[in-house]
C-alpha cells in the first residue's frame, strides 16, 4: 500500500538551531501534504497544508516564518523549524493524499521527535 | 469551525470484554469523520472512515463505528479486546476532503490482563 517516509524520526538539536523534516511519499505522487504537531498526550494540531508548486497554507497561529515549508516536488515536502526553541520540542507528523480526489486516503508519516535543549 | 470530542481520556478493559470509544463532532453538515490508532512513537494508522453510505463501518482489526446523525456521533466499538489493541485512539473529522483533519484529543486504551 500507500507509503509515507519521514525524516528523521527523531533529532536532538541546540536551541537557536534550525532543523528540518522531510516527508516523502514513496509510490504515488502527492499533490497535498498536511503537517501536524502533537504535544505530549495531546491531540495533534494540524499546523498547515503544503500544496506542490505553491506556498503552504498556514492554521491560525501557527509562524510561517518559524515552520517553514517547501513541496517543491510531488513526493517530498520538508518542514524547516528555524531558530529552534525548547517550546519548539514536540512530535510533527506529516501526512499524503494518496490520490487527485479530494476523498483519497490520507498516507501518515510515522513522525519525527523533535527535542529542544 | 468544526471540532471532535472525545470525553475519555483513559478507558480501562480486560482482555477478552467488549470496548466502545466515544466521538462526539460538531459541524453544521455531514462530515467526512475517521478513526486512526497510535501506538507510542509511531505514527497513525487509520481503523475505519464514514464518507456516506450505511452508517455502520468496518475497519480493520475487527473494529467498527457507528455513525449517529442525531446525536453527532460516531463511537468506535470492538467486540473482544486483546492485549495488541493498547495504545492512543484518535476521532477525526474532515470536513471538505482538500483539507486537513481536526482531531479530538484521544482516548488512551489500556488492556489489563
Known amino acids: 500500500g500507500a507509503v509515507v517516509s519521514q525524516h528523521p524520526s527523531w533529532v536532538i538539536c541546540k536551541s537557536g538551531t534550525s532543523v528540518k523534516i522531510e516527508c516523502r511519499s514513496l509510490?504515488?505522487?502527492?499533490?497535498?501534504m498536511f503537517w501536524y504537531r502533537q504535544f505530549p498526550k495531546q491531540s495533534l494540531m494540524l499546523m498547515a497544508t503544503s500544496n506542490e508548486g505553491s506556498k503552504a497554507t498556514y492554521e491560525q497561529g501557527v509562524e510561517k516564518d518559524k515552520f517553514l515549508i517547501n513541496h517543491a516536488s510531488l513526493t517530498l515536502s520538508t518542514l524547516t523549524v528555524t531558530s529552534a526553541h525548547p517550546e519548539d520540542s514536540s512530535f510533527y507528523i506529516c501526512?499524503?493524499?494518496?490520490?487527485?480526489?479530494?476523498?483519497?486516503?490520507?498516507?501518515f508519516g510515522n513522525g519525527t521527535r523533535l527535542t529542544v535543549t | 469551525a468544526q471540532s471532535v470530542t472525545q470525553p475519555d481520556i483513559h478507558i480501562t478493559v480486560s482482555e477478552g470484554a467488549s470496548l466502545e470509544l466515544r466521538c462526539n463532532y460538531s459541524?453544521?453538515?455531514?462530515?467526512?469523520l475517521f478513526w486512526y490508532v497510535q501506538s507510542p512513537g509511531q505514527g497513525l494508522q487509520l481503523l475505519l472512515k464514514?464518507?456516506?453510505?450505511?452508517?455502520l463501518v468496518q475497519g480493520i482489526k475487527g473494529f467498527e463505528a457507528e455513525f449517529k446523525r442525531s446525536q453527532s456521533s460516531f463511537n468506535l466499538r470492538k467486540p473482544s479486546v486483546h492485549w495488541s489493541d493498547a495504545a492512543e485512539y484518535f476521532c477525526?473529522?474532515?470536513?471538505?476532503?482538500?483539507?486537513?483533519?481536526?482531531f479530538g484529543k484521544g482516548t488512551h486504551l489500556i488492556i489489563q490482563p
Open positions: 459541524y453544521g453538515a455531514t462530515p467526512y
Open positions: 509510490d504515488f505522487q502527492a499533490t497535498t
Open positions: 501526512s499524503a493524499r494518496g490520490g487527485p480526489s479530494n476523498n483519497s486516503p490520507l498516507h
Open positions: 464514514y464518507f456516506s453510505g450505511d452508517t
Open positions: 477525526a473529522v474532515g470536513v471538505g476532503g482538500a483539507d486537513g483533519l481536526t
